[in-house]
């Protein structure tokens, strides 16, 4: 520490209260200090999460596009299949089709 000194002029009795229980610190003084590093921590981790969401998103919209791709592939593999005679002994597409 490099030995500064900050003045903050009067905090609320709550607030005081509340970042002295969310860092376990006894005193204000400590407790603001505490709470500082925290939020920079915190604010470092808001940044990896928020990239790491970006990819995320960007993964989903690639599986959503193979999937589309999928779709169209089944829809036009099932249309060429339909497009044989079914009851065409030759066709293996038919019903009951043994070999």
């Known amino acids: ?9 009067d905090p ?17 003084s ?9 939020a ?7 940044t990896d999460l928020r990239e790491e969401l970006r990819k995320e998103r960007e993964r989903v919209q690639v599986l959503q596009r193979v999937l589309a791709d999928a779709h169209s592939a089944a829809v036009q593999l099932a249309e060429i ?14 019903p009951g089709y043994r070999r």
């Open 1 to 9: 520490m490099s030995g500064k000194t900050i003045t903050i002029r």
């Open 12 to 28: 609320e009795t709550d607030l005081i209260r509340q970042i002295k229980l969310l860092t376990g610190k006894g005193t204000a």
């Open 30 to 38: 400590q407790a603001f200090i505490a709470a500082a590093h925290r």
């Open 40 to 46: 920079i921590s915190l604010d470092d981790q808001v």
């Open 81 to 94: 299949a339909g497009q044989g005679d079914m009851f065409d002994p030759a066709n293996v597409l038919r």
